[in-house]
């Protein structure tokens, strides 16, 4: 087993966020040493630190996103704390459909873990549209830093047990099922989720056009305060004027250090 010394863990702490926003305190030094002990090894090192020298002078994007990967909890299921849906479902979705002219609507999952939520939304917008969509472009965006849980999300194939708190109507419209008890996304749900790896952290978010809704759930949890209001004033900038963002029930914006406007526990409005 490789040792990890408190000067190893400080020097990955930092890089990991630095790179990837994650705050990760001194009591979860045994975890971090858990969790990379076997990926440093397949590497054929032999200490810590020098998985650190690698990271830093020749590691990828790609490693930044295995290393993520391994010390993440990416736990969600379908319709994870459902007062939101229901908001989204009764009181977003409607107020958005009423607009004249512009047919376009903009919901962004960021932090979307293995699809669950961004599936879950596309859902609720195809009940919304169940007359058609008229030339609307529903499409919605879902990003991750880790590679790992996207390629689950794209693959839609879920456990019995993720899928136990929806409708049985939604299950039987929206889902195949499989071998074992498992089920699979159809097509046509699927393809209105696009899919990308993005990083949260990266200074300039590459889009042209702001969010009607973003939901960042459980995601801001493991960032500092100083990483999360950061984040927040990005979200900010690129949620459309009466725009909504959705965080975490765990998690809270300070309303004297934001300019979203409170609207009910974990929603906010632009």
Known sequence: MIPMTDREFAELAEFIKARAGIHLKAEKRA???GRLQQMVQD????????????????GSAAE???LVDKISTNHTFFMRESEHFSYFQHHVLPELMKRTGERDLRVWSAGCSSGEEPYTLSMIIDEAFSGGRNGWDT??????ISSAVLETARRGSYAAGAMKELPDSWRKKYFEPLAEGRYSVKPHLRSQVL?????LMEE???FTRR?????CRNVMIYFDHATRYKLVRKFYEWTEPGGY?????SESLDRGLTDYRYIMPAVYRK
């Open 211 to 215: 969010f009607h809704a973003i939901f």
């Open 245 to 249: 963002l959705f965080i975490g029930h």
């Open 43 to 58: 590497k054929g090192m032999i200490s810590f630190s020098e998985y650190y020298s690698f990271l830093r002078t020749g």
């Open 31 to 33: 975890m971090m040493a």
């Open 64 to 66: 930044l996103a295995l």
């Open 139 to 144: 499409q919605l965006l879902a990003t991750d």
């Open 195 to 199: 899919f990308r790896r993005f990083n």
């Open 204 to 206: 300039r978010f590459p």
